[in-house]
């Protein structure tokens, strides 16, 4: 595992240092600039950015060509965290308050706005690296990467809002796989590979793949909003529950219980949620213990990063073997070990 | 003002009808794509597409070349009218309820987000019409042009945020040029002339015509918006003072009128929206009438107009005599005329 957070480190490191480029330092500050620079400045891991940079290097091409790309992926990804915040009331992001709790949810969509068009910058930069005909297609990847995310935020949206009780597994994977793999793995993954390989990059194979690492670095997500540490995780313990969020834990539970317990569970989702009382949130987060839910998710997350694994030597076995292929191949076992 | 009918009709029909194949006709419908293609379904003008059509035309190329770009820059206008319905807590759009009325304001900020990206899609169709070099010039065009609106679209929301009672004639100016101007006139005159003309293009007089012409349009729409007539106009009528907006008729006001009646509108401006009395705003509106506001507004507009018209002779004056050249040079009288 070191080798994750030797690269995030350094990868990220250089990533956050060149992002400030795109943020620009000018009026209106206090209305715009300073906003869309909020969250960037906040920090985070790095894992999306690395993962670009890592795969155009496994595929043969330096780190640094992907540098550009990597940093319209991390701006992207702040770009979004505004959007989603609001879309589903979080109050807290990364231990601080969420955008538009402190500046307000207008100017907050229109700081989320700007900051997706900041994060297309660096993608015309490319053409000085990469040309005009990689640019266009890391262009391309990039809007089909956001639309793939927004499908899969107005399908858990959507659930949430209509308090839908039919949602099933397979349901839960095709959200997963379009609102968390696309940005988190799929995109990153086939970006780099495009800067590395060109024509030649795997790039359905690629899908699969990201999907395994991603829904298993999603489930293991949801477990530690359940189940981890409230100020490593950075947002509120349990806001899932709160939140009405369709998690695989809640469905299994959903799937598992009485129909006594599971109009509790409806009744609960129907409740305005300022008036959601917390020892129901607490009943339900007793209840997926009681009928082995948290256990389930934990194995459906361990299923997954084996799978990936298996996938990672088809794609990557004939490879050069190198820190940043290392890397890669450490990722399944890291997304599902973090806490 | 009779081409300026007919060309709307005519290239505004050309784009609605192409404008249908970027609206997917896929799954998840219900929660995304019904919502994208809502507002585009509910019609228009076609103001800025004619003009970006009837400017390739006047530069000399045909109005088709600059058709995926008209369709990019309508489908960019719906875009951001659904973020702007829900940051100015709009209420109607169109004569029917705002996107975020029908759908809740979550799936609302996504189909936003999502319909901005469907408005890349003929942006990057442009390479087998256009080739690769313009259509990345295109591609910046319209980051800029989204940059512009939605440093002017903060400006407006911070002052309404804290109602900010020291906005002056030149900040408004400010304002309109990027919030309005860039959309609206500037982007599509200066794609237009950059199909039309390439590198040759007047790119830096563009924004000073668009400038002229686009405030006078402002300034007429929000005259309507307290002169006009509501079925006609399709939003409520005296909309701008309930929602407190900084309109140059507003700014007028608070500098002619006396100590007690400045104090009268602050305070009616710092109430909460769904606690300000109707007397009130009727108040407001005859005060403008009382110090001559909307009198002084009108004036401002046709000398705008006015000084678009001597700038059009400067820009278009030497190019052959088209009927796309004379929606151009009728543009200015028309944008203070309509009702």
């Known amino acids: 595992m070191q080798v994750v957070r030797e690269l995030m480190a350094e990868y990220g490191g250089?990533?956050?240092?060149?992002?400030?480029?795109?943020?620009?330092?000018?009026?209106?500050?206090?209305?715009?600039y300073d906003l869309t620079a909020d969250y960037p400045r906040r920090g985070g891991r790095g894992l999306r950015p690395t993962l670009c940079m890592a795969t155009a290097r496994a595929f043969g091409r330096?780190?640094?060509?992907?540098?550009?790309t990597a940093v319209?992926?991390?701006?992207?990804?702040?770009?979004?965290?505004?959007?989603?915040?609001?879309?589903d009331e979080s109050e807290q992001r990364r231990g601080q308050p969420a955008l538009h709790i402190k500046a307000g949810i207008p100017l907050a969509i229109n700081a989320g706005d700007t900051l997706a068009l900041l994060a297309m910058r660096p993608l015309l930069d490319n053409r000085e690296v990469l040309g005009r005909e990689v640019a266009m297609l890391l262009l391309e990847e990039t809007i089909r990467m956001a639309r793939e995310s927004a499908e899969g935020q107005a399908m858990e949206l959507g659930w949430r809002r209509d308090n839908a009780m039919h949602v099933r597994e397979a349901d839960y994977m095709e959200m997963v796989l379009k609102k968390t793999c696309w940005l988190a793995t799929i995109h990153p993954s086939r970006t780099g590979a495009l800067i590395g390989a060109g024509r030649r990059a795997p790039?359905?194979?690629?899908?699969?793949?990201?999907?395994?690492?991603?829904?298993?670095?999603?489930?293991?997500?949801?477990?530690l909003n359940l189940c981890?540490?409230?100020?490593?995780?950075?947002?509120?313990?349990?806001?899932?529950i709160y939140e009405g969020k369709r998690t695989l834990m809640l469905i299994h539970l959903i799937e598992s219980c009485t129909q006594g317990e599971?109009?509790?569970?409806?009744?609960?989702?129907?409740?305005?949620?300022?008036?959601?009382a917390m020892s129901e949130i607490s009943w339900v987060r007793d209840a997926m213990d009681r009928y082995g839910s948290i256990e389930y998710a934990r194995q459906v997350a361990h299923g997954l990063a084996g799978a990936a694994a298996h996938e990672f030597s088809r794609l990557y076995g004939s490879l050069p073997d190198t820190r940043d292929k290392q890397f890669i191949q450490a990722l399944p076992a890291w997304v599902i070990a973090r806490s």
């Open 14 to 32: 250089a990533v956050r240092t060149r992002m400030m480029d795109y943020l620009p330092d000018a009026e209106p500050r206090a209305y715009l």
């Open 62 to 68: 330096s780190a640094q060509d992907a540098l550009l």
């Open 72 to 87: 319209s992926i991390e701006l992207m990804h702040n770009a979004m965290l505004i959007h989603d915040d609001i879309e």
């Open 203 to 223: 790039l359905e194979p690629l899908i699969r793949f990201g999907f395994l690492v991603g829904t298993a670095f999603q489930i293991q997500d949801d477990l």
């Open 228 to 240: 981890g540490d409230a100020t490593a995780y950075g947002k509120e313990l349990g806001g899932d």
């Open 262 to 276: 599971r109009e509790r569970i409806e009744a609960l989702m129907a409740t305005p949620r300022a008036d959601r």
